[in-house]
């Protein structure tokens, strides 16, 4: 049950994240949107997904452990008197962003707020963003200080991206989309977890682990 002033918030956000969408319209241009924009989206599409258990789950098989000494960690044998031991990531993710023109600016910040999310949690894991529509359109490592530049608002062919990801050598892949696809998509080599943001009146994906996210 929420008070007068939960609703007040509730309202305020809605409000200027239509703002913020006319926004993203009115300065779409070539499918780019500006750093100043967003800056401000990212900020308001918070990460709706439990990446720290999620990812945890998904890639127990896949994932290669260093163990490194640590005098924060207790030694379970020996106390404080000699450093404990905890596990740190050694992986590669690749993380495929569907930028064709069904996935709204909405769903874009979105995606981006969720890569944002795996990062923070797992700062020694290295992260490659593929950005694709009908044909891979952008390949950088991501980083926090990164601005989202988005290429692509065309038809939708994953396939590509997922042939980026083996080239690349990751060992496993998020593919974030609205799930608006109707090839027939390849089972891919790598274990693969998608994000699927939208209506979900469709389920395209005849494979991989799935994770939905409710439409606004």
Known sequence: ESDGKDIS???K???VKKTAKKAADAAGGAGNMSNGLSVILDKLFASKINWKSELKKFVNNAV??????SRMKRNRRYGTMYSGK???WEMHLAFLLDTSGSMSEEYLAQGWSEMAKLQQFYPNMQITLIECDSEVKNVREFKPSMKPEIQ???GTVLGPAFKKAEEI???VVVCFTDGDFYED???SKLPTLFTIIGKHTWDYVPWGRKIFINEY
């Open 9 to 11: 918030q509730a309202y």
């Open 13 to 15: 956000e809605h409000i």
């Open 64 to 69: 290669n452990f260093t163990m490194t000494s």
């Open 86 to 88: 905890k596990k740190e």
């Open 152 to 154: 692509g608002r065309g």
């Open 169 to 171: 050598g990751a060992d």
């Open 185 to 187: 998509l390849q089972k």
